[in-house]
């Protein structure tokens, strides 16, 4: 049991683990050009060495034979040692043949959801209300990612509230985000809702507004369930061979 804990102070309370007396082990082995073949297999061997019981990575590339996938290969060497090796399904989802990490010697993990929405809806000036996702509203913090880097910028620039809208590639499929300003993410097809309220507004003359509603909810069901995002099979190494992976 860990008392107090929070992320970021945010969500105080009680954090309890399964496995309190574990020793964590972390080897480096991505860098801002990516990950190299030899910096996987030699953190393979390194955690072998230590005698670590499991080992844990969400890491993966583009699928091909298991004699010239690095992971597959230091995979099996930790797997013979009696290692339990978990690895991510990917990210390339929904889309079919999109899984990686594939080796009947590896745990293909997939991302699910968990039974709390975290809503932060569009409404904008000509009354529409969208959909859209946030961790959190009004709360400042240290560390961006990528989608919050945007949030950065807008805020360097003065603005006080972002509506993040995906692309095309990344469709309706939403990620709710620590913002350094109220924001929200809603999908493509929102986001063109939104541009096209925009246009509509500046050609008419008339400022286009938008506020943007936090909310919170527990007890969402189904759940859980597969995040759109998961990459999905079947495995595209044996596609003949309809197996679980």
Known sequence: MCFPASTLGYAKGVAAGMAPKAILAAYKVCWNVGCFDSDILAAFDAAVADGVDVISLSVGGVVGPYHLDAIAIGAFSAADMGIFVSASAGNGGPGGLTVTNVAPWVATIGAGTIDRDFPAEVKLGNGKVLPGVSTMGRLYFGGINSRAAKGEVVKKAGGIGMIL?????????????????????????????????????????????????????????????????????????????????
């Open 165 to 245: 809208a995906n692309g095309a590639f990344d469709g309706e499929g939403l990620v709710a985000d620590c913002h350094v300003l109220p924001a929200t993410s809603v999908g493509a097809s929102n986001g063109d809702e939104i541009r096209g309220y925009i246009d509509s507004a500046s050609k008419s003359k008339s400022p286009a507004t938008a506020t943007i509603v936090f909310k919170g909810k527990i007890g969402v069901q189904p759940a859980p369930v597969v995040a759109s995002f998961s990459a999905r099979g079947p495995n595209p190494q044996p596609p003949e061979i309809l197996n679980r992976t």
